[in-house]
């Protein structure tokens, strides 16, 4: 009996030291996405917000600032998912970063600019400032839209 | 007789009421919608999260880096990549203002992955065929299992015929039982030291 019994252990130890014991799937990985840059995060948010999965997006837009905080569009397109969250203050102050890191970037100064005017109570002569401070900065095709943003600010005034 | 005069009126105001309504629909500014980085379009930037999404589930369910991969090209080349983003879109419209791509819409994307994969033309291919199939999905289930599918019966009586064969001689020359445990115990260690252990699992077709 002490012979099976002790045969049986050897049978243990040689099972726990053999390729059998550790041969186990791998443990389930941590979904990362590291090796991606400041500017492909951002990317990927786009693609989330345009498949409708706004979360998504606000993470991809966040981890893109993460990596790289001087990343304008980043900022941007922060701002544009807080818009549709809700949150114009926060919204606001993503597109003050952005231009801060690039003045004069359009989609910026516009959403900036229609923030003012459309969230309760509109503030035109913000926009106004803001839209001034940066025309003539911006493409010729920019500025004509924001010329027509500033014209439906005067007309707010 | 007394309603024709209100009626008339009442058109008036609706008219009267049309620019209205005309200029609240369409006051308001309509926002630049968010930009991509001047390194990618959109079909790019679609096709890179959907390779990430894929592999981080692959690697998830304990494939190499280098054996997803290959998975993912063969899956992309062969157009899964609309029917990844359709499925993406379709879990998103299920619940209003809460994101299920993360959990059970992407568990639905790699079901529809992992079934097109099998459906996919590269089963007669010989590009990547062998890649494809050393890891089989489990269709029955509908579901990405694990990367060992089952158990291979044949590759577990090869494996154990040895083991058995041993014993068996052992026990017919009238070796003890503590004997006949050692000697099977030495033969199967034998076995998973020199044989590959992945002849156990799943199948390759």
Known sequence: MATVIRNLLSVLLLFSTSGCAVFRPAPPARPDYDRYTSSEHSDFGVVYEEAGDDRAAEQQYEQAIRKDASNHVAWTNLGNHQVQAGRPESAREAYRKALSLRPGYGPAVHNLAVTYLDTPPPEPARAIEVINAHLSLVDDETKVVLEEVLSRAKGME | ?205
């Not at chain 2, 005309?22 to 500014?29: C, E, F, N």
């Not at chain 2, 269709?139 to 577990?156: L, R």
């Not at chain 2, 058995?164 to 260690?189: C, D, M, R």
Request: charged share 15%.
């Open chain 2, 1 to 205: 007789m007394l309603l024709h005069p209100l009626r008339r009126i009442g058109g008036i105001i609706c008219l009267a009421a049309l620019p209205l309504v005309l200029a609240a629909t369409t006051a308001g500014g309509h926002y630049v919608r968010s930009q991509l980085s001047a390194h990618a379009s959109l079909p790019e930037a679609r096709d890179a999260l959907v390779r990430e999404v894929a592999r981080q589930k692959l690697v998830a369910l304990g494939f190499e880096e280098d054996e997803a991969m290959p998975i993912i090209d063969a899956a992309l080349a062969s157009g899964l990549a609309e029917a990844l983003v359709g499925v993406f879109r379709k879990a998103q419209s299920g619940e209003a203002g809460e994101s299920r791509l993360a959990d059970e819409g992407l568990q639905q994307a790699m079901t529809v992955f992992a079934l097109e994969l099998n459906r996919s033309t590269y089963r007669n291919s010989e590009m990547d065929s062998e890649t494809i199939w050393a890891y089989p999905f489990d269709q029955t289930t509908y579901a990405f299992s694990s990367k060992v599918v089952g158990f291979n019966i044949p590759g577990i009586l090869l494996w154990l015929a040895p083991v058995v064969i041993v014993v068996a001689v052992a026990a017919a020359s009238g070796g003890s039982a503590g004997s006949l445990v050692a000697v099977g115990a030495a033969v199967g260690l034998i076995m998973i030291l020199f044989v590959d252990p992945s002849i156990l699992f799943g199948s390759r077709e």
